[in-house]
């Protein structure tokens, strides 16, 4: 959507709230050591307890993209005693995590009887069946990476685990589960794809920061020559 | 003859010569299947000179010796008769299974299932896909039975070292990989729960068996299913059939006589004094309903012996009587009156019970809906509409659904409305999705009847043809009966007999026509009326019961045998006038 600049320009965007939403991405992502200078460098308040929360929150996500969802699993209980409880979802894609695990490992025995002690109560509701039919399905392959199954070994798979757990725990603690940043561009990306079809132009083309920013740099005389006038909305 | 000089029964010899031909077989490719099998009957065939026997048996040379033989071997398993079973396949030197078939089914029930998978090969199948079918089978009977009896680890074993390399029937590769999880834990959703239960190795045999080509096993009762074939053949060409199925003897095709249609006058009915146009018989054959010029329409009481006596006169209506329809109860009916008003009448005490009219449009036709408590009327300005009991009009179809003279017809389940909506055409309407389908003819429609089953139309035509519909789904013409004679008159025709297996019409040349519905074959040509017959109508209870209405004033009721009749007036028993007025 192509807006007058000069728009742009005249909103005023403040210094405290461009260092909270950089803040905010840092906590979200775990990079204590750069909040702590960031924090230095800007003199803005430090966040009551977050940095001892980071530190235990970032080694548990580390253990899940690792793949040891067991051990992420102990950690968590410890910071967070029912949250799993709470979300049945997560905890099973962190016992499914730690079954693929054994499997890729070709520890079949063990991963029959994990998927036995752990994962069958799970059966008893209906939403997580097919789940463990496809988990199950692994078993009857000596090798399972080249069975039909084989998304379930996929890197984006424990990314996508990993990512909902540390949502849930700062969700938890009561901190935002989405860092700013990510909410301000996805805020842009939906209001633009609106006004797009609004205006009757074809195709969701999802926002770009890179075009968008580019676009700044040509100066406004070159497309809007006479001042004063309303473009066409 | 060659190779009888070993000294052995011809049963050994037949087993190593099988085993022979079958190893030559092993290791070609799916394409040679037909090869094989032609090997396997070359080497049978073979056997079979030696022994002096001929290939072909029969006068027409259609049966192949072997093939026969071995049916006959397993009927007789099958009836129980094992020695004498046994005795046949050593006598006729022709096996009923080869020697490594007979291993396998040993290996199945016996439990033995590598051994089982094994023997697979060597049974001369080419085609690998069934081999490695029946080995699913198998190692499928062999993973459950692990299961059960609690050998989870071997299950998982076999499942991802036999079953699952054989790259078939993935989605139940999967589910059997789901079965792993429900040893301890019953209640879960897991769809394997159904199918854990190991078969019994006799059902994992029958399934093995009908995997298998009948060269190599001859598909169980086979024998029995041709002798059925030919007598359902024989049952369906026996235009006369019109009696139970108990009669049908293996000893002689069947052939039913004449004499199970009722073609003999057993009854002259003398109640009108003017020409009768339509009559019929309630639903459960004991009362018939019949409609006249006079005015009036009669219920006739049919007895205990097929004897019918006048039971109540209707009268009331100031037009002539053009239909009569039965509720589904037999305890009411609606008379119709030509172009005039419809009156329902109580059976048992001959009263009108209500009239129903709509102001100034006359009605033309009439009809019960089946849950007896709606009536349907067709009017002389092409609508239908529907009454309550009371009167009260629920609803009203206008527009060309229906013509001046024309019959109404209601499916049994009460959705279908039919009429002639057009000269040549009849409307089908669905009441609840109002979808209309046609039934278009070429000629001029004269009045249509519909079966009990409410599948199948019948349409009688202008050009003196009836033709036969089925509405159940798609609509199509299945048959068409010829010989009666119509040509001014409206004339009715009918279902009827054992399971409806029969057409009769009325025709302006005074007599009955009697066709079968399945071949179409005219069966029989009734005389004895002396005036158009206009209606028919076949008992539904009795299928040796049918009567016919005549211009001659008259209605005669058919039976299996001759009466001693002379025109008589019949007395009734308390004739009920009914005046017309409620």
């Known amino acids: ?233 | 003859m060659g190779g009888l000089e070993d000294g052995l029964p011809p049963s050994k010899r037949l087993r190593s010569s099988s085993a022979g031909s079958s190893s030559v077989l092993s290791g070609s490719t799916a394409e040679e299947q037909p090869i094989a099998a032609a090997l396997f009957r070359d080497s049978m065939a073979q056997i079979l000179q030696c022994q002096g026997q001929e290939e072909t048996i029969g006068s027409r040379g259609l049966i192949k010796r072997i093939e026969f033989v071995r049916l006959i071997s397993d009927a007789l398993y099958a009836l129980g008769y094992k020695r004498s079973g046994a005795c046949l396949e050593e006598e006729s030197g022709i096996p009923l299974h080869s020697a490594d078939v007979s291993l396998l089914m040993q290996y199945v029930l016996e439990g033995n299932w590598d051994e089982g998978a094994s023997t697979l090969h060597k049974i001369g199948l080419e085609d690998e896909t069934i081999i490695k079918s029946a080995k699913f089978l198998i190692l499928e009977q062999k993973f459950l039975e692990f299961l059960e009896a609690g050998k989870t680890l071997d299950a998982l074993m076999t499942l991802r070292t036999e079953i699952s390399p054989l790259h078939v029937r993935t989605s139940r590769v999967h589910e059997l990989s789901s079965c792993l999880l429900s040893r301890s834990v019953n209640q879960n959703g897991l769809s394997c729960n159904g199918s854990l239960k190991a078969k019994l190795r006799s059902e994992v045999l029958d399934e093995l068996q009908k995997l298998l080509p009948p060269t190599v096993v001859v598909p169980e009762r086979r024998l029995e299913h041709l002798v059925e074939q030919a007598l359902n053949l024989q049952r369906g060409t026996c235009v006369f059939h019109n009696s139970s199925d108990w009669d049908m003897s293996l000893y002689t095709d069947h052939h039913c006589g004449r004499d199970n249609i009722p073609r003999h006058t057993s009854q002259i009915l003398e109640g009108h004094q003017d020409e009768v146009w339509n009559l019929q018989f309630s639903h459960e054959g004991k009362y018939l309903a019949s409609a006249s010029t006079d005015r009036s329409a009669i219920i006739w009481e049919v007895g205990k012996y097929g004897e019918a006596t006048l039971k109540h006169r209707l009268c009331g209506h100031q037009k002539p009587v053009s239909q009569v329809s039965w509720s589904l109860d037999d305890q009411q009916l609606l008379t119709c009156g030509a172009e005039e008003t419809v009156r329902r009448w109580d059976v048992s005490s001959g009263k009108c019970l209500q009239i129903y009219e709509k102001a100034g449009i006359p009605v033309v036709s009439c009809a019960w809906s089946p849950d007896g408590r709606s009536i349907f009327a067709g009017f002389a300005d092409k609508s239908i509409c529907v009454w309550d009991l009371n009167g009260n009009e629920l609803e009203c179809w206008k527009g060309q659904k229906t013509l001046k003279i024309s019959d109404l017809e209601i499916t049994g389940n009460g959705r279908k409305i039919i009429s002639m909506c057009r000269e040549t055409a009849i409307l089908l309407l669905d009441r609840e999705t109002n979808e209309e389908k046609l039934i278009e003819e070429d000629q001029m429609i004269t009045s249509f009847s519909l079966s009990n089953d409410s599948k199948l139309l019948l349409v009688n035509l202008l050009n003196q043809e009836i033709h036969l519909w089925t509405i159940d789904g798609d609509v199509k013409l299945l048959a068409k009966y010829k010989g009666h004679k119509r040509s001014r008159f409206l004339i009715r025709s009918c279902f009827g007999g054992l399971d409806q297996s029969f057409i009769a019409s009325g025709s302006e040349d005074s007599q009955v026509y009697i066709w079968h519905r399945g071949s179409g074959q005219l069966v029989d040509i009734l005389p004895g009326h002396s005036g158009a017959v206009n209606c028919v109508s076949w008992n539904p209870v009795d299928p040796h019961m049918l009567a016919s209405a005549s211009d001659d004033r008259t209605i005669r009721i058919w039976g299996l045998h001759e009466a001693n009749i002379k025109p008589r007036v019949l007395q009734s028993n308390g004739t009920h006038h009914c005046n017309g007025k409620i």
């Open chain 1, 1 to 233: 959507m192509e807006y007058d600049p000069r728009l742009y320009e005249q909103i005023a965007v403040s210094d405290n709230d461009t260092h909270n939403i950089v803040l905010s991405y840092l906590i979200h992502n775990c990079f204590k050591e750069t909040v702590e200078s960031f924090i230095c460098s800007t003199g803005i308040k430090k966040p009551a307890d977050c940095l001892e929360d980071i530190d235990r929150r970032k080694r548990i996500i580390k253990f899940a993209l690792d793949g040891n969802a067991l051990k992420a699993i102990e950690l968590t209980e410890q910071l967070a005693p029912d949250l799993l409880e709470k979300n049945k979802d997560l905890h099973f894609e962190l016992l499914s995590l730690h079954f693929i695990e054994l499997v890729r490992s070709k520890r079949c025995t063990e991963a029959l009887e994990f998927a036995q002690k752990n994962l069958s109560p799970f059966g008893k509701v209906q939403t997580y069946v097919k789940k463990l039919e496809d988990l199950m399905a692994l078993l009857a392959y000596e090798e399972p990476e080249k069975s039909p199954m084989f998304h379930l070994f996929s890197l984006d798979r424990r990314q996508m685990v990993a990512e909902d757990l540390n949502r849930a725990i700062l969700a938890h603690t009561n901190q935002p589960s989405y860092s700013s940043l990510e909410r301000l561009i996805q805020q842009t990306t939906v209001v633009d794809r609106q006004l797009n079809q609004e205006h009757g132009k074809e195709g969701q083309s999802s926002f770009s920061l890179e075009e968008f920013v580019k676009k700044k740099i040509r100066t406004s005389t070159q497309e809007f020559p006479s001042k004063g006038q309303k473009q066409d909305a």
